[in-house]
């Protein structure tokens, strides 16, 4: 086995981990063939960041005999010792399996770090830069994802030119000219190295991508909606009721982009004839360029109505319009009242409302899903997939509602 060490040029587009980069590694393996069965591992690269060179530092195990398999396993299992955080690109389909397949072959025992790493079927502790990108295909208008195709996108051109199909009979060729002529072999090996070392170097660039799938997640990490970053928001009302936000991006997004997606359809008979409510119905925009977000949301202005739940404690006072408690119904004379339905047991109320991108639910209501913090959704009419949030009169600076509003619309940018 010869291990070839190098450091990493810095990246074209960095890419900021949300957890320590001296706890972080890459890696990417070559065989003969795809069956762990009927094939060989002739080269694992293992890409580490070292602190005292403050660069990325690649190890390359590789096979020049037909003994070392083994030994390259060995090596690179003891080298997981210290990471917590593994990157990969489809390994999760192919190299972690193989992997494992191979280490069972040579009876080679998993330390129980190894095992957790290994078998992290969540994706929390080894990561699958394939897996985390594809939902994002449609977004970013990927036309492929294989990590070349990527790299395509983001406008980088490689300098291995050889698939890892193509390298097996160049690595068959290798192991023969070894003996014949030992010059050529030395040029083949370089071939060899180039692709592995070329596959894990970009890497660092491909993973500039998950600021993507970051931003449009509505989870509670996502490093847009931090306290710090809210600090950065600015809202601005159009003349063509159009609600404005921009802020900044805490992480510079590696290619701009332009996110539309459209707001559920909603069941009012009358759309039509509502000038104001068929304005509102425009698509959602997002734009993510360099290091701003920019948000563009229609805003309708005037009644809605909110849903009381528990509709048989209600009455609903037909001239009113409205539902109130039985024990306050109670005193209104019954030509004027009637028990309420749940289509009838609401309030109505004039204001200035943002559509929401996700579909209502019939059977859960509350708006997002954090106990105490629910902002309440109002309706055009009853059952109707189309829900608002109230516009609160402080929206220059109220970043508590739009962090409860936005987070929740983030992933349906992505569809």
């Known amino acids: 086995?010869?291990?070839?060490?190098?450091?990493?040029?810095?990246?074209?587009?960095?890419?900021?981990?949300?957890?320590?980069?001296?706890?972080?590694?890459?890696?990417?393996?070559?065989?003969?063939?795809?069956?762990?069965?009927?094939?060989?591992?002739?080269?694992?690269?293992?890409?580490?960041?070292?602190?005292?060179?403050?660069?990325?530092?690649?190890?390359?195990?590789?096979?020049?005999?037909?003994?070392?398999?083994?030994?390259?396993?060995?090596?690179?299992?003891?080298?997981?010792?210290?990471?917590?955080?593994?990157?990969?690109?489809?390994?999760?389909?192919?190299?972690?399996?193989?992997?494992?397949?191979?280490?069972?072959?040579?009876?080679?025992?998993?330390?129980?770090?190894?095992?957790?790493?290994?078998y992290d079927t969540l994706g929390i502790h080894c990561i699958d830069l394939l897996g985390k990108i594809r939902p994002l295909r449609h977004a970013l208008m990927l036309e492929k994802c294989s990590q070349t195709a990527l790299e395509q996108w983001l406008g980088?051109?490689?300098?291995?030119?050889?698939?890892?199909?193509?390298?097996?009979?160049?690595?068959?060729?290798?192991?023969?000219?070894?003996?014949?002529?030992?010059?050529?072999?030395?040029?083949?090996?370089?071939?060899?190295?180039?692709h592995n070392h070329d596959d894990i170097e970009m890497m660092l660039n491909v993973c500039s991508i998950l600021t993507y799938d970051e931003y449009l997640s509505d989870s509670s990490q996502n490093r847009l909606f931090a306290a710090e970053n809210l600090s950065t928001l600015d809202v601005c009302i159009t003349s063509g009721q159009t609600v404005s936000i921009t802020m900044e991006l805490p992480v510079p997004v590696p290619k701009t982009v332009h996110l539309v997606t459209p707001y559920p359809e909603t069941s009012l008979e009358d759309i039509t004839q509502n000038t104001s409510l068929c304005s509102m119905l425009r698509s959602a925009q997002l734009l993510l360029d360099k290091n701003t977000a920019c948000f563009t949301l229609p805003l309708y202005e005037g009644p809605l109505k909110y849903f009381l739940p528990n509709y048989k404690d209600y009455y609903y006072l037909i001239k009113e319009d409205m539902a109130v408690h039985?024990?306050?119904?109670?005193?209104?004379?019954?030509?004027?009242?009637?028990?309420?339905?749940?289509?009838?047991?609401?309030?109505?109320?004039?204001?200035?409302?943002?559509?929401?991108?996700?579909?209502?639910?019939?059977?859960?209501?509350?708006?997002?899903?954090?106990?105490?913090?629910?902002?309440?959704?109002?309706?055009?009419?009853?059952?109707?997939?189309?829900?608002?949030?109230?516009?609160?009169?402080?929206?220059?600076?109220?970043?508590?509602?739009?962090?409860?509003?936005?987070?929740?619309?983030?992933?349906?940018?992505?569809?």
């Open 156 to 194: 980088i051109k490689r300098e291995d030119t050889f698939s890892g199909g193509e390298l097996i009979s160049v690595y068959s060729e290798y192991m023969q000219q070894k003996i014949l002529n030992p010059e050529n072999a030395a040029k083949l090996e370089k071939v060899l190295l180039l």
């Open 326 to 415: 039985k024990s306050v119904a109670e005193f209104v004379d019954s030509n004027f009242r009637k028990k309420a339905t749940a289509a009838t047991c609401y309030i109505n109320k004039e204001g200035r409302f943002l559509p929401n991108l996700p579909a209502a639910s019939r059977k859960k209501r509350p708006f997002p899903n954090r106990p105490g913090r629910e902002l309440p959704l109002f309706y055009l009419v009853h059952k109707d997939k189309l829900n608002f949030c109230e516009l609160p009169e402080d929206y220059k600076v109220n970043t508590e509602f739009w962090k409860q509003y936005l987070i929740r619309q983030m992933p349906y940018f992505r569809k």
């Open 1 to 118: 086995m010869k291990e070839i060490c190098s450091l990493i040029k810095k990246p074209f587009f960095p890419y900021a981990f949300p957890h320590p980069k001296g706890q972080t590694a890459f890696f990417d393996i070559e065989t003969t063939g795809l069956s762990p069965n009927a094939s060989s591992l002739y080269l694992i690269g293992f890409m580490h960041y070292d602190k005292t060179k403050e660069a990325w530092l690649l190890r390359q195990w590789f096979a020049d005999d037909y003994q070392s398999e083994k030994e390259i396993l060995q090596t690179f299992l003891a080298n997981l010792s210290e990471i917590k955080y593994l990157y990969h690109f489809n390994g999760k389909t192919f190299d972690i399996p193989y992997v494992l397949k191979k280490c069972t072959r040579h009876l080679i025992t998993l330390s129980k770090h190894c095992e957790n790493l290994l």
